[in-house]
């Protein structure tokens, strides 16, 4: 359906659209969510989001239902559903080249000031015109620019030194087409154009990134989409174009082409601005691991202070004292804990920001001695009260 839906947005000028849903399919196994959806007919009878019928007279959702019924297309239909039958039968005047010129010349000729054709509309156009032609007849394409210097073309068409000028330009270097701007950058079929013998066909086609989202767990998930696909990766994967490249290699088959780290971040806090947050399961965060691993810690309780001294905790009047060496060791037994993002000196600091942990001095008596042990204290009632905080969710822009 995306892709239809790309064919029709190109076909009417509006390649730059975006279209909904924002992706074909989402990792729901690993808690991705995808875009939402702005739905129609929110609110029933009092909605100001409904269909209409050919005569642009609203449908109650009743009356949608059953329109849609009528004309919704099954799999097979939609596969070879055509943007334009009549397109497809007719003689290309660019044969085997990119599609946005083709449509553009099917609805008429490139003329200056025309609707959001800007006043290089026509240079453009014929600039590109020419990167055709010498992509499809490198021999005589210099005589051949003249003859689509004509009304058909360009109206009006160009002076001759203007022709002069696209021409020294075209032939100083193999440009490509100027996809980004007007007029063609409206009608653009970039996946099309790829098919293409004279489009940009003789490039490789890099994946187009649309989308992330983030997963909050700790450490963070970023769910990435390319084109049709959903990758799944971590911060400082994301972060790494380089690091990036081999994950869409390894996931997708295809590696990106190497851009500056300006470049890279500045698309990424580009994609940023509208990221999406998808609120994580509580066992997923670095606070309730925590609290779960200082609990099953502090449930082996010693019988005495000195048990501290055997690396056990010992709970006395809802207070627990242990020696964080001890906790550590514990902590990096069971796996689970992400030593590399939160070391000793980050878990002793989250230990005193979230159970108010405390160190102290406590006399432990072996045998006929007295020993002086540091410890770590922490109250009961500290940890067993603690509630994970909680992300903010971002309003819609609609609600």
Request: net charge positive; proline share 5%.
């Amino acid at each position: 359906m995306r892709n239809k839906l790309q064919l029709m947005a190109s076909a009417l000028g509006y390649a730059k659209a975006e279209i909904f849903p924002k992706q074909s399919k989402i990792m729901a196994e690993r808690g991705d969510v995808g875009s939402f959806l702005n739905m129609p007919y929110h609110g029933g009878d009092r909605t100001v989001k409904y269909a209409i019928d050919d005569s642009g007279n609203s449908l109650t959702i009743e009356k949608f239902i059953k329109a849609y019924d009528l004309i919704a297309l099954e799999d097979i239909q939609l596969e070879n559903l055509l943007v334009n039958k009549k397109q497809e039968k007719t003689k290309e005047d660019f044969p085997d080249g990119p599609p946005c010129l083709n449509t553009i010349i099917k609805n008429g000729p490139i003329i200056e000031g025309n609707g959001d054709v800007a006043a290089s509309g026509r240079d453009n156009g014929l600039f590109n015109i020419g990167v055709y032609l010498k992509k499809s007849d490198p021999i005589g394409w210099q005589d051949k620019i003249e003859d689509y210097n004509v009304e058909k073309y360009i109206k009006p068409p160009l002076k001759a030194t203007d022709v002069i000028r696209i021409k020294a330009q075209v032939e100083k270097k193999d440009y490509d087409f100027r996809c980004k701007d007007k007029p063609i950058c409206n009608f653009c079929d970039e996946r099309l154009c790829y098919t293409k013998q004279f489009g940009k066909g003789g490039d490789v086609r890099m994946p187009a990134i649309t989308a992330i989202r983030k997963y909050e767990s700790d450490p963070p998930i970023f769910f990435v989409d390319i084109d049709e696909d959903t990758i799944e990766v971590d911060a400082p994967t994301l972060h790494d174009h380089e690091k990036f490249s081999i994950e869409c290699m390894t996931e997708l088959g295809t590696p990106l082409i190497p851009v500056a780290k300006l470049v890279w971040r500045k698309q990424l806090a580009s994609l940023m601005k509208n990221m999406a947050s998808i609120e994580a399961p509580d066992d997923t965060k670095k606070d309730i691991q925590l609290k779960e691993l200082l609990t099953t810690f502090i449930s082996r309780d010693g019988k005495s202070m000195e048990d501290v001294l055997k690396r056990k905790p010992y709970t006395q009047n809802g207070v627990s004292y242990f020696k964080f060496k001890d906790f550590w060791a514990y902590v990096i037994k069971q796996k689970t804990w992400s030593e590399k993002k939160y070391p000793k000196n980050k878990t002793i600091r989250l230990l005193e920001q979230l159970f108010n942990a405390k160190t102290d001095v406590v006399k432990i008596t072996i045998g006929k001695d007295e020993k002086s042990v540091k410890v770590w204290t922490v109250e009961k009632i500290e940890v067993e009260k603690y509630i994970p905080r909680r992300i903010e969710k971002q309003p819609a822009a609609f609600e």
